[in-house]
């Protein structure tokens, strides 16, 4: 049974920073790829920035430069270090692991970018 357990959502300024966190627990995972996506009111889900076991990384173009996705494999970890947050960037943020040809979500966690 996987689970996937998020924290450091929050409110902040614009400009201002947040980290986020996912830790996942079950059995070791093999390949997979594991990250963020966010959904905010009336617009769909989309992929913030995943890592995979391999190595490589993925941002949305609206995040690249500002965002960075970064794991610890002792911990079965992803962090997302969010800087230079804009308002636009306000949504529920929900944790993903994609492995063995299944997905698992976080319960997400909420960030709000307002002076």
């Known amino acids: 049974q996987v689970q996937l357990v998020e924290s450091g959502g929050g409110l902040v300024q614009p400009g201002g920073s947040l980290r986020l966190s996912c830790a996942a627990s079950?059995?070791?995972?093999?390949?997979?790829?594991m990250g963020w996506y966010r959904q905010a009111p009336g617009k769909q889900r989309e992929l913030v920035a995943v890592?995979?076991?391999?190595?490589?990384?993925n941002y949305a173009d609206s995040v690249k430069g500002r965002f960075t996705i970064s794991k610890d494999n002792t911990k079965n970890t992803v962090y997302l270090q969010m800087n230079s947050l804009k308002p636009e960037d306000t949504a529920v943020y929900y944790c993903?692991?994609?492995?063995?040809?299944?997905?698992?979500w976080g319960q997400g966690t909420q960030v709000t970018v307002s002076s």
């Open positions: 993903y692991l994609n492995t063995r040809g299944l997905n698992y």
């Open positions: 079950g059995s070791p995972f093999g390949i997979y790829v």
């Open positions: 890592h995979t076991s391999g190595g490589s990384t």
